[in-house]
């Protein structure tokens, strides 16, 4: 239930069981979530520490919901991998769902193979994602992949930079994650301002689901006060807590 409130015409007024939250227009009212996870064939052995990580970072997004209830996180997963023509080169596995109806993510779920369609699957998870998505919303998408790009056939490079740096200047933040290259180097191929580093191996991408799980918490703090349009928002993601990978 909102009320506006006459004498502060910039400011809503939302009740919460007994608890009443002043809460500026500049305030993201919806968290969009979405994960977009490597499954080429190159992940094989980080299974388990792949779908620990996914799951870490839905209790996460469901922690934030619980500290921030004037807040309302929503979530999307995809994985990508290319497995010929006649093959989507991702898969949906959760799609704009409130995080309190999202399950744990299983095991026998997540299986690395073929290729890496990195392009497509970032170019068709933000068009569906776009198609949601108000003024008043706060988007974070987070990309996470052990190679390059090798098989996308719909969207090229310079396409998903034209879009990401179109979405942010609607206020969306963008994260890259990368192992075996220059994270920051292809990150700014694709317009994203933020890139982090890891070892593809078991201790390796443990630490970074730790770091990013420490980097989101940090980031909702941040959005729970901060105008969602805030270049503060946008810019030194894995920088904002005090852990390194």
Partial sequence: MYITSFFRPNFNLRINHTK?????????????????????????GLE????????????????????????????????FSGLGRDVLPYRVHTLLKEISEVKEFPMEAYVPRGNTPLWDTMGRAMTEL?????????????????????????????????????????????????????????????GIRNSLNFQADAEGTKKMWQKEKSSRMAFFDEASRSDRFSESLKDNYFNKDDMDI
């Fill in 20 to 44: 009443i939250i002043i809460m500026s227009n500049k305030i993201a009212e919806r968290i969009f979530n979405l994960i977009i996870l490597d499954e080429s064939g190159s992940m094989c």
């Fill in 48 to 79: 388990k520490m792949s779908v620990d990580g996914v799951n870490e970072t839905i209790q996460t997004i469901k922690a934030a919901a619980e500290a921030h209830p004037e807040q309302k996180q929503m979530f999307s997963f995809v994985t």
């Fill in 130 to 190: 776009e198609r949601v998505v108000t003024d008043r919303d706060l988007v974070l998408v987070t990309v996470i992949t052990d190679g390059y790009e090798n098989a996308s056939r719909e969207y090229n490079g310079t396409m998903i930079n034209d879009m990401v740096t179109r979405l942010d200047k609607k206020g969306w933040v963008f994260t890259y994650i990368g192992a075996n290259q220059d994270a920051m180097r292809e990150a700014c191929k694709l």
